[in-house]
């Protein structure tokens, strides 16, 4: 196997955590918004709620730069989008085909068909630039104020701020093109991203109260969130 073919898929599957994560994280969010919604008795200014939204806007932000952002000791989405694009022929059809079984390769070409032009030998570098180009086009301005807001405070004025939806545009992109270029790589379909399901049931703890009317039970761990 060429070894920048094992250095790709090694970024992919580090990749892949990290698109996991933000979609995680996007989904929680609006989850916590729509239990406000669907309780008048929580439905004031609330600092908590700033937090939150302070906290999913800032971290969403950063991992989105960190996937547009190609640095040479870095591992992001642009900077793979980029190498595939410089040397297309590792990505092959004769290797995309071997990977499915002997009676799929119908299913294999057509599957293929998404990267390439028809009987091509490897995948279109152009389809993938294109790919990159609107990846770095919908996270433009998300790089722009994670860099002159997040990661540093500069001293000039920042003139477009990202919205949510502009965040979560990124997102739901970063999650398309992760179950895009798994197929790819690994010939298999990832479960959708965008509606995968969070294992824990998180929301349990909204339905407890959070400061028990007794704290006196010393059994009781003290600092669950290991802060002290």
Not at 25 to 38: Q, R
Not at 96 to 125: M, T
Request: charged share 30%.
């Amino acid at each position: 196997m060429d070894q920048r073919l094992k250095k790709w898929e090694k970024w992919l599957e580090a990749i892949r955590y990290e698109v996991m994560d933000l979609v995680r994280s996007k989904h929680i969010f609006w989850k916590l918004g729509d239990i406000v919604k669907n309780n008048p008795k929580i439905q004031k200014p609330n600092s908590f709620y700033k937090f939150a939204g302070d906290t999913y806007f800032a971290y969403g932000v950063m991992g989105i730069r960190r996937q547009i952002k190609p640095h040479r000791n870095s591992i992001s989405f642009a900077g793979l989008l980029h190498e595939i694009v410089k040397t297309p022929y590792i990505l092959s059809r004769e290797r995309f085909v071997a990977l499915y079984e002997r009676n799929s390769h119908y299913e294999a070409n057509h599957d293929f068909g998404q990267f390439a032009r028809e009987d091509a030998e490897y995948i279109d570098p152009n389809k993938v630039r294109r790919d990159l180009d609107k990846l770095k086009k919908l996270g433009r301005a998300v790089e722009v104020f994670a860099d002159k807001r997040i990661a540093h405070y500069d001293k000039q004025l920042v003139e477009n701020v990202p919205s949510f939806g502009e965040l979560d545009d990124c997102i739901n992109f970063l999650a398309e093109l992760t179950e895009k270029y798994w197929l790819l790589f690994k010939a298999e379909t990832l479960v959708d991203l965008l509606v995968m399901p969070i294992v824990d049931n998180w929301e349990e703890i909204f339905r407890q109260p959070w400061i028990p009317p007794d704290t006196s039970d010393k059994s009781i761990d003290p600092d669950p969130l290991g802060m002290y």
